[in-house]
Each structure stands twice: as structure tokens, then as C-alpha cells.
């Protein structure tokens, strides 16, 4: 099993372009979440999702939008990159009464 | 809302027994885990204290009083390896999401 995998790794974005970041993972999870990770921050939940089709709002959800049209996949868009959104940003899964997330390797985001 | 505190540096000698504590505050919650990370890497599980009480996996134990609203992460017998940041993590009432604290960077000197 790969786990938890997220593309890309690395992206650099000038203000005002748009990307998405896409996490798979392959443990047949109901529970999926997306973090950022900021230094002195520690990690910040954006959005999360509990099963396919379904998306709430975390912590700090301003300027991202996701989906989860497939159980295994969530995505994570911004429409308009600010510098404020440079960070690193993590996914993660849960299953449904499971103690652990597994978390992705992370993709690291700069917005010029 | 939830807010959860934890030390920003901890130094401890390799071999010897290190405590990282974690304080929350928090209208309700399951649980308390707790995670690693090593520079660069991603988060990983380490514990979770669903109940009062001690939980011990190898080197590692972890303990919660809900009545003090407070948890720890003890750890014995350190190793160079065992340098990295830890963080303290609430799953919320609704069963769904995890608050993590800011970490608690763990530095193990010769």
C-alpha cells in the first residue's frame, strides 16, 4: 500500500494564479483532511471531509475550496494564490473509528 | 473553542527520561493523541489517551487527566533519533477533526 500520497511536492505560484493539489490514498479511509503548516504555527485544519461527496470547513478555510468526489481522492484549489497561503500543506486520513491519521509527505507551496 | 499549550523547546540528555506536557482548554472532546515529526517529514501517530490514565507503548507513554485538563508524553531512554518537534492533538466532540498544539521541539544532546 502507498498510504497516503500528494502531488505535487514542490510548486511555486505568482499572486493571483490558481492550482490544485490533489491526495490519494489507498486504505479505504472514510475520514480525510487537509492541514497547513506554518513555522511556530503548528498544523491548522482547512477543510476535512467525512465521506465521499461530502466537505466541511476547518480552522482557516479562507481562500481554499475542496472536494471529494471520490472516496479515495481530496482536492484542495486555490483560486487566487496569495503570499499569505505559503506554507506547507498536509493531507490526511482517518478511517472511521480509528485512533491514527496518516499523513502525506506534504507539498510545499511558495506564492511569489 | 479549543486551545491547547504546549513548551516550544525542550533539551534533554541521550538516555536519559524526557516529559512534554500539554495543557488544554476545551468545552469537550474524545481524546488526546499525540504526534511526531521530523524536519521535513510528515506528522506521525504515536498515542492516544481516549480514557484517564497511562497508556505505554515501548519507549513511549502517554497520559491524560481530564479532571486537570492536562496530558504528557513521557519518554524514556533517548535516543539521538528522537530529536524532532511533538504535538499534542484534541479530537473534538464531534468525533470528526483533530486541533493540534503548536509543538514542542525535542532536542537530544549527547
Known amino acids: ?22 491526495c490519494a490514498q489507498d486504505m479505504n479511509h472514510e475520514y480525510m483532511y487537509w492541514y497547513r503548516q506554518d513555522p511556530g504555527m503548528g498544523l491548522r485544519l482547512i477543510h476535512y471531509s467525512v465521506g465521499e461527496g461530502t466537505t466541511a470547513k476547518g480552522e482557516v478555510p479562507d481562500g481554499y475550496n475542496v472536494s471529494r468526489l471520490k472516496k479515495q481522492n481530496f482536492l484542495l484549489g486555490l483560486e487566487s494564490a496569495a503570499p499569505s497561503q505559503t506554507s506547507v500543506y498536509f493531507c490526511a486520513s482517518r478511517r472511521l473509528a480509528g485512533d491514527e491519521q496518516f499523513f502525506g509527505p506534504g507539498t510545499r507551496l511558495t506564492v511569489l | 473553542g479549543q486551545s491547547l499549550e504546549q513548551p516550544s523547546e525542550v533539551t534533554a540528555v541521550e538516555g536519559a527520561i524526557v516529559q512534554i506536557n500539554c495543557t488544554y482548554q476545551t468545552s469537550g472532546f474524545y481524546g488526546l493523541s499525540w504526534y511526531q515529526q521530523h524536519d521535513g517529514g510528515a506528522p506521525t501517530f504515536l498515542s492516544y489517551n481516549g480514557l484517564d490514565g497511562l497508556e505505554e507503548t515501548g519507549r ?51
Not at chain 2, 487527566?65 to 504528557?72: F, I, L, V, W
Open chain 2, 60 to 110: 513511549f507513554s502517554s497520559f491524560l487527566s481530564r479532571s486537570d485538563s492536562y496530558g504528557y508524553l513521557l519518554l524514556q531512554e533517548l535516543q539521538m533519533k528522537d530529536s524532532a518537534s511533538y504535538f499534542c492533538a484534541i479530537l473534538a466532540n464531534s468525533g470528526y477533526a483533530l486541533n493540534f498544539g503548536k509543538g514542542t521541539s525535542l532536542l537530544v544532546t549527547p
Open chain 1, 1 to 22: 500500500n502507498a498510504g497516503v500520497t500528494q502531488t505535487p511536492k514542490f510548486r511555486v505560484l505568482k499572486t493571483g494564479q490558481s492550482m490544485t493539489l490533489l
